[in-house]
């Protein structure tokens, strides 16, 4: 590489780094006359109009990248990358194949095919690949962390263990300590689990808070007469989750301030008695996100704040006890009332369940968290039944599916909100049956406003469970396969438990 194309090079990666993709861009193309049919020149355009989600002109330079440098692994993984999220598997799968036949002993490459077969639902080709680094690279943390989530994957989470426990003797970071977190309370480990998942707030997990914020952090000091800021983390869905624990909270603190979601400030105000709870002030800088406090009252400033989701690690000392029977979120007597009237109307009478397939983001990598639509079948056959749609985005295909394959006409409310207006959707969900759903933000409102609820799931959770029900949410049933991927048997055992609540009515 000369010099000045390594400068070249140099220059634009820094402006990337900065985000300055403009000049980045600018710099590349005024020298691609000269340097137009260079790999590296083609990969970083193609990054650069990743960036900008530009895919089409990224996977317009990626090939060229590609086809100039079919021997430089980075290129070939960065390629193979972006065509599996334009969704051409084939060719990323045949881009890495013939890269490997090459260079059989490429460590980037190796670990690259791997994580495809593990991301393609494949985890029995990702495990041999992933013993082929090994046998290479025997201590290679990343191969034994990528073996570990293969196993998960199989839902053998005791030999998903042992391999994270190799991991982190090689790799001290903490998504691998997290990693074992989510095993060790799948395992029901949970007093060791809930203390490992502390791990999710480490500085190098890009996912974790930044809080602009001289407060000390509580470790379980004496809260009599002190005032605990209770800080957001995550998305809305695990907000209503984790804040099952706030009562319990609120019992031994003199006050407790809650940061919380916009959408949900209402519901926990009218719900938590004397608790002050405030919107956060949230920005994202290079996917981090960063909160500031200055919106904290200096009459209530507090001596000690927690991250939301560290309560079950800081107030559960013996075991997992489930938290409540009725959710702790109450909905007024006339909200409830006024739906109960609506939906009876709509209904002739009939039960209606509340149904969510899927989540708004539905991304290509997680869209093995949600059944295919056909699998709904057995749910929407039951009679006598109504059901009530409570996804938050256009369904609109999706219910003429449903109704073209199964004759099944659902209900679908108008002039309402279901993203943002939680205060609404929560006076709906308590007038219903039950709500089915995946592990979504309405199924966690439904539980927690009192409404038993089903979480269909493709495999074992990780989440605390007593007797069959969530323990945070005890309305909450989750119904998992007894191996992994089996929606079959979900929704066999979901329509059995479906015909149980009918009979109750």
Known sequence: MTGELEFILKTAQSLI???KLAPAETLLLDKYKKWGNHPLINLTLGEIFFLKDNIATSLQYLKIAYENGKNIPSVVVYYAEKLRLNDETTRAKEVLQIAILNRPCDKGLLESYANFCLTDQNPLESLKFNFRLLLLFPNYATGHTNIA????ALDNYEKSLEHQNIAIKYDTGSQVKLNRAITLLTLEQYQEGWAEYENRLGDDIISSPRRRLRVPRWNRQPL????I???SEQGVGDELYFSSYLPKLIEISGKVILETDQRLTHLFKESLGEISVFPYSRRVVYGKPVFNYGWLPKSIYPDFYIDLASLPHFLSREGMKPLNKFGYLKISKDAHDYWTKYLF?????????GLCWRSGLNT???QHWYPPLHLWEQVLTTPNVCFLSLQYDDDSEDIKFFKEQFGVSMIKLSNIDLKNDFKKIGGICTSLTGVIAPSTAVAHLAAAVGKRTIIIENTRTWLPIVNGFDAFLPCIRRIFPPDAGDWERVFKGVRKELINWLSTE
């Open 149 to 152: 989530e293969a196993y998960a």
């Open 17 to 19: 780094r900065q985000r």
């Open 345 to 353: 109307e709509i209904s002739g009478g009939r039960p209606i369940i």
């Open 364 to 366: 290509k990598d997680r």
């Open 229 to 231: 800021l209770v800080c």
């Open 224 to 227: 009599q007469d002190k005032t």
